[in-house]
């Protein structure tokens, strides 16, 4: 059974560029949360999605959005990127809400 | 404070030896307790799922939480060095996860 996808692995963009990540869920699972790590803050709760909907959202700014579509796919996007939001980027998804995810490996975000 | 905190290390232990990781939080109300393994260059994978109080067994891993403590355990017994990995503690719909452990077991 294929794992959680995330796309693309890695990324270099440029400050102040957007940048859309993408993420998709083992088949079956409706659950996606999005989440941000950094070596000195650790993983950070970005968003979740359960059914097309947001359900709880993460202290972040709101250049950080995401959406998630019928089929369980999501997309995040980061605006007007800084050079803090250099970070890896992790996916996960779940069947039911707080159960335990799988998670992506996630995509590797460098901003110059 | 944090919501969550957890020793960062790094752990240096011998193969074959008991291995503690710990967490503390603040908020009562959490009841759903996960640790996650992490290998470098990989995303998180769920090794230990409790809700509420008690002691959960799976092979040589066990976690323990003590709500009245507000205190999370996850005990590696008889380590390997295939456990060498980076270890987190997650709360309460995954919102809230421990910085991680560092853990090395040395053969």
């Known amino acids: 059974k294929a794992g959680v996808t995330q796309t693309p692995r890695y990324l270099i963009k440029t400050r102040g560029q957007q940048v859309t990540l993408s993420c998709s869920p083992i088949?079956?699972?409706?659950?996606v949360s999005w989440y941000q790590q950094t070596p000195g803050q650790g993983l950070q709760f970005l968003f979740e999605y359960f059914s097309e909907t947001q359900r709880n959202k993460g202290n972040f700014p709101g250049r950080f959005s995401g959406r998630q579509f019928s089929n369980s796919r999501s997309e995040m996007n980061v605006s007007t990127l800084e050079l803090g939001d250099s970070a890896l980027y992790l996916c996960a998804s779940s069947f039911l809400i707080n159960y335990g995810y799988t998670f992506g490996s996630g995509t590797r975000l460098t901003v110059v | 404070q944090k919501e969550v905190e957890q020793d960062p290390g790094p752990l240096s232990v011998p193969e074959g030896a008991i291995v503690s990781l710990n967490c503390t939080y603040s908020n009562s109300a959490f009841q759903y307790f996960m640790w996650y393994r992490q290998y470098s260059r990989k995303g998180p994978e769920l090794l230990m799922y409790t809700y509420s109080s008690g002691n959960k067994e799976d092979g040589r891993f066990t976690a323990q939480v003590d709500k009245s403590s507000k205190y999370i355990s996850l005990f590696i017994r008889d380590s390997q060095p295939s456990d060498s990995a980076t270890y987190l503690c997650a709360m309460q719909d995954q919102f809230y996860f421990g910085t991680g452990t560092s853990l090395t077991v040395i053969p």
């Open positions: 088949s079956g699972h409706r659950s």
